[in-house]
C-alpha cells in the first residue's frame, strides 16, 4: 500500500515592486509544500509538489498547525484508492476536511489547494502519466487537447513605468508567441487608463480584440459604469473584475452597461460561490469568462465540483480560463478542455509561467508528456522546491 512517509513545507517571497489597482505585490509571500511517498521511480521516492497562485499569501500557519498534522496523523488506508496502489485525492480531501465547518472559503481553501496540487502531482507521477492525462481519463472522454490557449498577463502599475515602456513590455510578449495580453486599470484615473489602453492597442496593431483588461475588483458600481462606457467602443477580449468578487449585484448591473465580454471568478473559491454567480451575477455563458483559480479553491477535488456546478447551469468548460499563470491550471485545461489559461511571462518568478521548453505558438502551447505537472522541468523552480525535502 502506498503511503505518505513525510509532508515539507515553507513560506517563500515572491515580492515585486510592481501593483494592481488594489495591491502592490512588495510583501507578497507564497507556501511550498512537498509530499513524500515511499513509491520509488529511479532511484528515489516519489515526491509531489505544490504552491499557491499569486495574489493570496501563503497559508503556512494553516498548514503548519492544522493540515498537515490532519493528513500525517490519518490512518494511511483512508488515504489510498482502492487497490492501494496510489494516492486517492478526494479521499484525502476529505480527511483535510475533517472536522472542517461549511462556508468561509478564504484562506483555508488556499491551503488545502496547496497540498492537492502536490497530491496530485505525486499521483500523477505514480501511475506515470502526465497529469492532464490522468484527468482526461478518470473525468473526462479520454482525450486531452493537443494544444492550450494561453494569454500573456502583465500591464501592472511600477513607479516611473510611462506608456513607452507599458507598449515595450506587450511587445516582449508578442515576440515570445502571445496573441492575446491583459492589462491592469483602476490603479489611475479613467483618462490615464484610455491613454495606456490606446498605447497598447497602438502595439496590437489597433485590434482590441487582442486585449483583456483587469481592474483587480477595485470599482464601486458608478465607476465601473464610467469605465465600461469608455472601454466599450475598444471592442476588448474582456473587462475583468470590476467590482468587489462577492458583490454579484454589482457585475449583474453592469452586465447592463457592457456590451462586450467580462470576465470574474479568480477570488471565488468554491462550488458554492461559483453557484450564487451563475444565478445572480448575471454572466452570460455564450461571451463571458470565468477565471476560477484551482490552487487558491481546494484544489482540482472542489475543481471539479465547480465544472459541475457550470454544466448544471448551462456553461460549456470552455468558457472557463483559470487565473494563475502556472502548470496545474495548464494541465487541467488540457485535460478537461478548459478554453485556455492565464501565462505570467514576466513576473511572479520563479513561480510564474510554464515549464522551459513549452514555446508559444501563435496563442497556444503544447504539454509534453512527462508524468506529473512537470515541475522538474523548470529550472528556475524546480531547485526550490526540492530543497523541501533533500
Given at each position: 500500500m502506498v503511503r505518505i512517509t513525510a509532508i515539507h513545507e515553507k513560506t517563500v517571497p515572491i515580492q515585486s515592486?510592481?501593483?494592481?489597482?488594489?495591491?502592490?505585490?512588495s510583501t507578497m509571500t507564497a507556501s511550498v509544500v512537498a509530499v513524500v511517498t515511499d513509491v520509488v521511480r529511479e532511484g528515489r521516492p516519489v515526491v509531489g509538489y505544490g504552491f499557491n497562485s499569486n495574489g493570496r499569501y501563503g497559508a503556512g500557519g494553516l498548514l503548519r498547525e492544522r493540515f498537515i498534522p490532519r493528513l500525517l496523523a490519518a490512518d494511511p488506508a483512508l488515504l489510498v484508492n482502492e487497490s492501494g496502489d496510489n494516492l486517492d485525492p478526494h479521499r484525502i480531501w476529505q480527511v483535510l476536511m475533517t472536522g472542517e465547518k461549511p462556508g468561509g472559503h478564504?484562506?483555508?481553501?488556499?491551503?488545502?489547494?496547496?497540498?492537492?496540487?502536490?497530491?496530485?502531482?505525486?499521483?500523477?507521477?505514480?501511475a506515470e502519466k502526465p497529469l492532464y492525462?490522468?484527468?482526461?481519463?478518470?473525468?473526462?472522454?479520454?482525450?486531452?487537447?493537443?494544444?492550450?490557449?494561453?494569454?500573456?498577463?502583465?500591464?501592472?502599475?511600477?513607479?516611473?513605468?510611462?506608456?513607452?515602456?507599458?507598449?515595450?513590455?506587450m511587445r516582449q510578449y508578442l515576440d515570445l508567441g502571445y496573441r492575446v495580453v491583459k492589462m491592469k486599470i483602476g490603479g489611475a484615473d479613467l483618462a490615464e487608463d484610455v491613454r495606456?489602453?490606446?498605447?497598447v492597442i497602438e502595439v496590437l496593431d489597433g485590434d482590441g480584440s487582442r486585449l483583456a483588461v483587469d481592474a483587480n475588483g477595485r470599482f464601486d458600481l458608478r465607476t465601473a459604469i464610467a469605465y465600461a462606457d469608455a472601454l466599450a467602443p475598444y471592442g476588448l477580449f474582456w473587462y475583468e473584475e470590476a467590482g468587489d468578487p462577492l458583490?454579484?449585484?454589482?457585475?449583474?448591473a453592469l452586465s447592463q452597461y457592457y456590451p462586450g465580454p467580462m470576465a470574474t471568478g479568480e477570488n471565488l473559491f468554491s462550488h458554492q460561490d461559483v453557484r450564487n454567480l451563475l444565478r445572480y451575477g448575471g454572466m452570460h455563458p455564450e461571451t463571458d469568462y470565468l477565471q476560477f483559480d484551482c490552487a487558491l479553491s481546494y484544489g482540482v477535488v472542489e475543481y471539479l465540483r465547480t465544472l459541475a456546478v457550470l454544466r448544471e447551469h448551462g456553461w460549456s468548460a470552455r468558457r472557463v480560463i483559470p487565473h494563475g499563470g502556472h502548470q496545474l491550471s495548464l494541465h487541467l485545461a488540457a485535460g478537461l478542455g478548459l478554453g485556455g489559461n492565464e501565462s505570467y511571462p514576466g513576473v511572479f518568478q520563479p513561480f510564474g509561467g510554464f515549464a522551459?521548453?513549452?514555446?508559444?505558438?501563435?496563442?497556444?502551447?503544447?504539454l509534453p508528456k512527462t508524468p506529473g505537472i512537470g515541475f522538474e522541468h523548470k529550472a528556475a523552480l524546480?531547485?526550490?522546491?526540492?530543497s523541501l525535502h533533500e
Open positions: 515592486n510592481i501593483r494592481n489597482a488594489y495591491i502592490d505585490f478564504g484562506e483555508r481553501s488556499v491551503a488545502v489547494g496547496v497540498l492537492d496540487m502536490a497530491v496530485w502531482d505525486a499521483a500523477a507521477k505514480i492525462r490522468l484527468l482526461a481519463e478518470q473525468y473526462g472522454d479520454g482525450n486531452t487537447d493537443d494544444r492550450v490557449f494561453v494569454y500573456a498577463a502583465g500591464g501592472y502599475y511600477q513607479p516611473g513605468k510611462g506608456l513607452g515602456a507599458l507598449q515595450d513590455e495606456r489602453v490606446e498605447a458583490d454579484y449585484g454589482l457585475q449583474a522551459d521548453g513549452y514555446q508559444v505558438d501563435d496563442g497556444y502551447v503544447r524546480y531547485p526550490l522546491l526540492k
